[in-house]
């Protein structure tokens, strides 16, 4: 059955390994009561930057630059987009920070929230066994404001352990399981990572970089450095979907101040700039996040051609993993590991301005930093696609 608003289930595969009826470990349970702080625009999450770093070292979560403030800001940089968060303490220590953003319209917030990307992630810097219970205090803390109508979250948990925290689904608490896959492991070559997928995947990916080599003679460029900014720029009006300005700004400045990211990109003979791929190395794993591509390429399948020579050349870096931030393309979704269960939860306050709000909701781009298709998408497992 499909739900109108924030959530449509006729989109979300309803998956047997999070949906079955099985037992729930018991939640973890958080000592001491606990004073919780709403903090609204980018200026009020960055005064409290220097604590929530600290959190961030306290709990090892350094790998996971999603929760990150200043890059969770970066990557918000959006139209109709505000940054929040909601702190959480005891005895005035830093407990956990859930970070969310509100809708707006022309500035003004619309008392709609979104929590977490599509696979549940940028979402809570804490203790990762307690972050379950933390988004639970964030969310009763966003509806205790009386301009707050509705939250929309997604979850790296499974459906009944949800429940279990948030209490039963009803017309005002819905839950809607699905399946995510956005860790690629990477083969010891090139040579052996081609041959471990299928047959219309290697087409996607070294036949169409081959056709465009050949037809064009583009150039990979492994590492743009001083270039990033102009080249994001270029793309801007070519690519989709379509950013303000000031996000490539954000971006740049995030680049140039964390020697961790990197950004590669695909251009023609004459200079102009076809595909730009960026995201950060750390650990032996890399992370993708963002990729912009010139759209009137699309029937030569630029995007898969740039992903093709960014696994060549992260191979030849001796990457052991890609992390696909915010939930990886269909083309390489399937090869992704491990199969995880993600919750999409939207809770709602009652009365008729909440319902025209989730009624409207439906029609809100939510769209991410990494340009893709939603995770959870239903598809037939077979199916694989050249874009």
Known sequence: MSVPGLMDNSRLVQSPAVLTHVRVAAPAYIEGPKSRHLLVGNREI???????????????LEGDLTTEPEYFIAANTLANRRCAAVLIRQDRELEAC?????????????????GGD???????????????????????????????????????APVDSCIAVMGPADHRRRFCGCEIQHTLPLARTYEGMLASLGPRTRRSLAGKRQQL????????????????????????????????NRFFHARHRLLRANSDFF?????????????????????G???????????????????AVMRAFMLEHEIECQQTMINFVGGSSLLLRRYCEPIEPCTEIFIAK????????????????????????KPGLQVRISDEIEN
């Open 350 to 373: 009652p009365g008729v301005r909440s319902r025209l709000f989730e009624m409207a909701a439906k029609h809100v781009r939510t769209g991410s930093v990494y340009q893709r298709l």
């Open 213 to 244: 080599q050949k037809s064009a003679k583009v150039e990979f460029v492994p590492a743009l450095e001083a270039d990033q900014l102009t080249v994001m720029l270029e793309l801007e009006s070519k690519a989709m979907p379509p950013r303000v």
């Open 118 to 156: 599509y696979i549940g992630e940028s979402l809570v810097a804490g203790r990762r066994e307690l972050a379950l219970l933390y988004v639970h205090m964030a969310v009763q803390e966003l509806l205790r404001q009386r301009h707050v109508h509705g939250i929309s979250l997604s979850v790296k």
């Open 263 to 283: 950004s590669m990109g695909l251009r023609m003979p004459s200079g102009a700039w076809l595909s730009l791929l960026s995201g950060w190395r750390l650990n």
């Open 98 to 114: 859930v970070f969310f953003y509100e809708h707006t319209r022309l500035g003004v917030g619309l008392g709609l929230y979104r």
């Open 285 to 303: 794993v890399t992370y993708v996040d963002l990729q912009m591509n010139d759209m009137h390429y699309k029937k030569e399948s630029i995007s």
């Open 46 to 60: 960055l005064a409290h930057l220097g604590e929530i770093r600290q959190l961030r070292r306290r709990c090892g």
